[in-house]
Each structure stands twice: as structure tokens, then as C-alpha cells.
């Protein structure tokens, strides 16, 4: 089953002689459950297709639809709240708040779109992200490594239709990188959820499932790899 659908994607910069195509008539879609990795060099335009995807930028021209909805056909107030309960986000910086313990970063979502926490989902994420002896913990006493799986677990307590993952190892060191990558692939695999993650490193592009090789803002190849 689809659950996205980029359609005839363009975001040009600039007018004239300084006019930038960072996207130019990209088409692609992913079904429910894959794990697709978008490669490229830094300039290559993945940076402007995650923002698009993620509803933080509004593209010159083209669609997107994720979940059957046409999510640039959204004012900002709703779509501020799609990009809340169906995006889930994983930036190479983690951006978690830091005044808040692990427990409070991770049902941040639920908690901005006033609904009840699923307490038992709640434990078994911690569980899963091995975080149980850490949950009170602020971001300035965790390592890089156990920061990035409080994202991760932020990002998936919504159950959202997407996740998109910016560079997830790019601020950690080798051992972290290779337990964040297996837990995307456990959370693709247990939860069923759909990934989508930007990075410039090829092997770490191989633990996905299909990979999408942008060039000067054009989808040089779509490959599936395993």
C-alpha cells in the first residue's frame, strides 16, 4: 500500500541568472513499511527533499501526498498539526528540549496535541530503546548515542505514517552510528514503520531496504537492494 507520493517535485531558489533548481520534477513513491534511503553529495538537493517531506518548506510546484493527504493543499494550522501527528522527525543534532527528562522529550508530541499517553506503548519504547535506566534523566547527562534514541522514541510515539531520519549518525561515533541504524531497522520491522533516511554515506544507505540517488536536484537512480 502507498503511503507516499511525491509527484512532479520542483523548489527553485532565486530569480533569473541567480535562479537555484534544488529540485527539479521529482517523482517517486514509497509503500507502507519500506526503509528507503535518499544518498547524495552535500548540494545535491536530499536536504530540500527532507524539508519538503517533512512540511517545514513549501515547494515551487509538484505534490506530496502521505497518508492520501495532499499535505501542501493544508493551511498552516492544519498542517502544522499533520506534520505533528504523521511525521515523525530524527535530526542529526537530536534537538531535544533540555529542560525536560527522557520520559517528557519523548511524549512531548502527545502532549502538544493534548491527548492521553499511552503508557504501555510508552514502556515498551523505553524498553526497546534500552533507555529504562535513564528516564529522568536531562539530554546534558545522556551520550550522544542514548540522546538520538530519545529522538527516535519521540518520533515514533506518535505511530506516524513517516519517519524521517536527517543524517541519524552523522554526530556519532562508529559503535553508536551501528546501534541507531539497528534500531531503525527493528522499529521498520517490529512497528511496521515506514523510514525514510538522508544521508551522504553509501554503506550506511545499504541497511535499507531501496535507495534513491539524487544528483543537482534529479533522481539519478532508484535501486532496490535487498
Known amino acids: 500500500m502507498e503511503i507516499l507520493k511525491v509527484e512532479n517535485l520542483c523548489k527553485n531558489y532565486g530569480k533569473g541568472e541567480t535562479l537555484v533548481r534544488a529540485l527539479d520534477n521529482i517523482s517517486f513513491s514509497v509503500d507502507k513499511g519500506e526503509f528507503v534511503a535518499i544518498v547524495g553529495s552535500s548540494g545535491s538537493g536530499k536536504s530540500t527533499l527532507l524539508?519538503?517531506?517533512?512540511?517545514?518548506?513549501?515547494?515551487?510546484?509538484?505534490?506530496?501526498v502521505i497518508d492520501g493527504e495532499d499535505v501542501y493543499n493544508l493551511n498552516e494550522t492544519n498542517l502544522a498539526?499533520?506534520?505533528?501527528?504523521?511525521?515523525?522527525?530524527?535530526?542529526?543534532?537530536?534537538?531535544?528540549?533540555?529542560?525536560?527528562?527522557?520520559?517528557?522529550?519523548?511524549?512531548?508530541?502527545?502532549?502538544l496535541d493534548g491527548k492521553k499517553v499511552d503508557e504501555a506503548y510508552l514502556d515498551e519504547l523505553i524498553k526497546t530503546l534500552d533507555l529504562q535506566n535513564r528516564v529522568n534523566h536531562l539530554p546534558n547527562e545522556l551520550s550522544g548515542g542514548q540522546q538520538q534514541r530519545v529522538s527516535i522514541g519521540r518520533a515514533l510515539m506518535n505511530h506516524p505514517a513517516i519517519l524521517?531520519?536527517?543524517?541519524?549518525?552523522g554526530n556519532l561515533d562508529s559503535k553508536a552510528s551501528r546501534e541507531?541504524?539497528?534500531?531503525l531497522k527493528l522499529s521498520n520491522k517490529k512497528y511496521k514503520q515506514t523510514i525514510i533516511m538522508i544521508t551522504h554515506d553509501h554503506s550506511l544507505a545499504l541497511n535499507a531496504d531501496r535507495i534513491i540517488t539524487i544528483d543537482d536536484g534529479k533522481i539519478v537512480s532508484d535501486e532496490v537492494v535487498k
Open 51 to 64: 524539508h519538503l517531506l517533512g512540511g517545514v518548506d513549501r515547494p515551487t510546484s509538484g505534490k506530496i
Open 180 to 183: 541507531i541504524v539497528e534500531l
Open 164 to 169: 524521517l531520519a536527517d543524517e541519524p549518525t
Open 81 to 111: 498539526i499533520f506534520r505533528r501527528r504523521q511525521v515523525g522527525l530524527i535530526y542529526q543534532f537530536y534537538n531535544l528540549i533540555p529542560i525536560l527528562n527522557v520520559k517528557e522529550n519523548i511524549t512531548l508530541p502527545i502532549l
